[in-house]
Each structure stands twice: as C-alpha cells, then as structure tokens.
C-alpha cells in the first residue's frame, strides 16, 4: 500500500460567488464533446480518418476494436486526443489503408458500423497517421441537472459567475479525475519516481508519472491564488501568447501587464522535469518553493528521464455560453487540448467533482 500526504482541494476563483449545486452526466446525452481538429484530411493518401461519435465506449475501446476488425497491429489505428467513456463524444481516427487499392469509404463505415455501436459522420483519406495532439481542443456541451436551487436564482447566479470568469479567465487546473480515487494515481507517480512502486505498462507508467507532475503543477496554481497572483503577472513568469503560443521571460511586469489584462498572454504553470525552462524572480520563487515541497529530486526526474514542460495557467472563457433547459442548465464553450471541462463547471457548481466519471477528455497525451 503506497502512503502519501496528498492535498488534493484546490480552491475556487469565483469562491466568494455562491455556486448552483447540480449533477454532472444523468445520462451521456447530458455531456457532449466535439473534437476540434487541428488540420482537415486532404481526400487522397495511406490513411483513411473516419469521425465517428460514440458513447459507453473509451477511445481505446475503440482503436482496438478497429484494428481487431481490420486485422492491424496493436497502435496502428491513431488518434489524436481520448475522449470519455461516459458522454457522446466524436472524434477523428485513422486506419491504415494500401495506397495502391481504391478505398471505399462507404464500405469501411459499414463495416465499422456492424462492429461497433457508433455512429460514422465521415470518411476521408490523408497523408499521415493522427498522432496524440493532432487536435486544437474540444467542445463542450454539457447539461448540469438536479439543481440546488430553483431555476431563476440559479441562472442568476451562473450568469454572476459567467460574467467574473470571462472578465478573469480560469485556472488551467487538471481535473480530480487524472488523479484517480483519493489521489491513487499521484501516489502511484511518486512511487514510480522514488523507485518503490513498479508499473510494466509502459503507457501507464508515463500516465501515473504524469499524473503526479499535474498534482505538483495544481498546487502551483492553487498557492497563486491564495497569494492573490492569478490576475496579475510576477517578475521572472514564463509567459505565452494566446495568438501564436510563443513563449518568453517576463522582464518588465509594468508593461507586460497591459497584455495580460487583455487577454493576449498569460503566465505559464511548471510540469516538473530535469529540462524545464524554469521561471525567476518571484515567480521562481514560487516554483521552487513548490518544487521543495516535492520529495522528488533532480536526479530523480533524470532517472525516469521526465524533461518537464510548462501548461499555460489560465484558460479564457470567451465562447462561454449558459442557456435554461428543462431540466436544468446548458453550459456550451469549448477549451484548448489538455484542458478538463470540469475545471470549468467546478466554478458554477461548488460541489466535489472528484468522483466524475470518465477521463474528461483529457488530451494531454492526445
């Protein structure tokens, strides 16, 4: 049994907002995601992306059922982001076909069709295989039921929170989900780390890892709120650009903060590693004192040769739409890959998602 003392509760930006309560997926035609595409297939090459839409089925269900169908290697099938078991979801994969044979695509949705319980939008052929990130993000349409509170007054107040997020952004929190149940997976992690809990699945392995880097980076953002240091950049931030996702050192607060309040750029959060390009100043601080809280050294991340990487730290809500429905109310907005869309209706409901079904679209490593 690993033993860890995890601080799981992260804090709420719209905290002093009070939330409308509710219930997440009644059904998987409550919670609804879109695949937003990086790229469209050109219509000619070795793979053939079929978009499909699913529900009861994780992404991985369904790339192995392809590749059983269509007799392929495990890994053969790609694509770019996984997408919960528990909503109707539709995203793109790709199988590989003879470039030297006509594809019938029609034949191939069919057969899909026959082998699983899906719908198929589209076929069409590319160039390349899809590869974890080929994607923009998601988006979402998600119905909150079972409201707290009767229906007037809960509009009133998702519209008061609706209106502070979009004005502040949101914490690019990862969602409770990665870190499984009481923090399963980040002890998991740690252990992986500290050389006292072996994993032989080489994806899990990486996934457990990883999940322990986003404990570590939650608390960064968490510690940034409770100092009052969301709405405002620091000296030495790694900041990035919404537009061009170029990234560079904070030098001179005063005049980068026109931009930040403008929504063009934003901090950057630390996904601990041996490469990371590390933050200074107070903002280094900051990381280093959340970095000294860790257990884990540098050697230690060499070891299992993590390089770390930096997330962008807060999200913005511009698309964010509430709309009433009869049984409760419609959150529509969409969000960039690696982003949990829980992170967004935490702040509405105020109640514990810890124990939301699914991976929550979830495309860190997808």
Same mark, same amino acid.
């Given at each position: 049994m690993l033993e860890s003392n995890l601080e799981l509760t992260i804090p709420y930006l719209t905290g002093a907002l009070p939330g409308i309560g509710g219930q997440l997926r009644a059904t998987a035609?409550?919670?609804?995601?879109?695949?937003?595409? /990086?790229?469209?297939?050109?219509?000619? =090459?070795?793979?053939?992306?079929?978009?499909?839409?699913?529900?009861?089925?994780?992404?991985?269900?369904?790339?192995?059922?392809?590749?059983?169908? &269509? =007799?392929?290697?495990?890994?053969?099938? =790609?694509?770019?982001?996984?997408?919960?078991?528990?909503?109707r979801t539709t995203q793109t994969f790709s199988i590989p076909v003879d470039p030297r044979a006509a594809v019938d695509g029609a034949s191939v949705a069919q057969q899909i069709a026959e082998q699983l319980p899906v719908?198929?939008?589209?076929?069409?052929?590319? !160039?390349?295989?899809?590869k974890a990130g080929h994607l923009l993000g998601n988006r979402f349409r998600i119905l909150v039921t079972d409201l707290a509170l009767p229906m007037p007054e809960a509009i009133e107040r998702a519209q008061a929170i609706a209106q502070a997020l979009k004005q502040r952004g949101i914490p690019n929190f990862f969602g409770a989900q990665r870190f499984g149940h009481h923090g399963a997976n980040v002890a998991k992690g740690l252990g992986i780390l500290q050389g006292s809990y072996r994993?032989?699945?080489?994806?899990?392995?990486?996934?457990?890892?990883?999940?322990?880097?986003?404990?570590?980076?939650?608390?960064?953002?968490?510690?940034?709120?409770?100092?009052?240091?969301?709405?405002? /950049?620091?000296?030495?931030?790694?900041? !990035?650009?919404?537009?061009?996702?170029?990234? &560079?050192?904070?030098v001179d607060v005063e005049a980068e903060q026109p931009r930040y309040t403008?929504?063009?750029?934003? &901090?950057?959060?630390?996904?601990?590693?041996?490469?990371?390009?590390?933050?200074?100043?107070?903002?280094?601080?900051?990381?280093?004192?959340?970095?000294?809280?860790?257990?884990?050294?540098?050697?230690?991340?060499?070891?299992?040769?993590?390089?770390?990487?930096?997330?962008?730290?807060?999200?913005?809500?511009?698309?964010?739409?509430?709309?009433?429905?009869?049984?409760g109310i419609v959150f529509d907005f969409s969000?960039?890959? =690696?982003?949990?869309?829980?992170t967004v209706l935490r702040e509405f409901m105020k109640v514990s998602l810890s124990d939301a079904q699914g991976i929550d679209s979830d495309t860190d490593d997808g």
């Open positions: 035609e409550h919670f609804i995601v879109e695949e937003l595409p /990086l790229y469209e297939p050109v219509g000619e =090459g070795q793979h053939l992306y079929v978009n499909l839409t699913k529900s009861g089925l994780t992404t991985k269900d369904v790339q192995r059922a392809l590749e059983r169908r &269509f =007799g392929l290697p495990q890994g053969a099938v =790609g694509f770019a982001g996984l997408k919960d078991k528990y909503a719908t198929v939008n589209w076929t069409r052929l590319h !160039k390349n295989k899809l994993e032989r699945n080489s994806w899990l392995r990486k996934f457990l890892v990883s999940s322990y880097q986003s404990y570590l980076c939650n608390r960064y953002l968490a510690r940034r709120i409770e100092m009052g240091a969301f709405d405002r /950049l620091l000296a030495g931030d790694v900041a !990035k650009k919404y537009a061009t996702g170029g990234m &560079f050192d904070v403008a929504h063009e750029i934003s &901090f950057t959060a630390p996904l601990l590693g041996a490469k990371l390009w590390a933050a200074k100043d107070e903002a280094g601080a900051l990381e280093a004192a959340i970095a000294a809280e860790s257990p884990v050294t540098q050697e230690m991340w060499q070891k299992a040769r993590v390089d770390g990487t930096r997330r962008m730290g807060r999200l913005l809500a511009s698309d964010l739409q509430i709309s009433q429905h009869e049984l969000l960039p890959k =690696g982003a949990f869309a829980t």
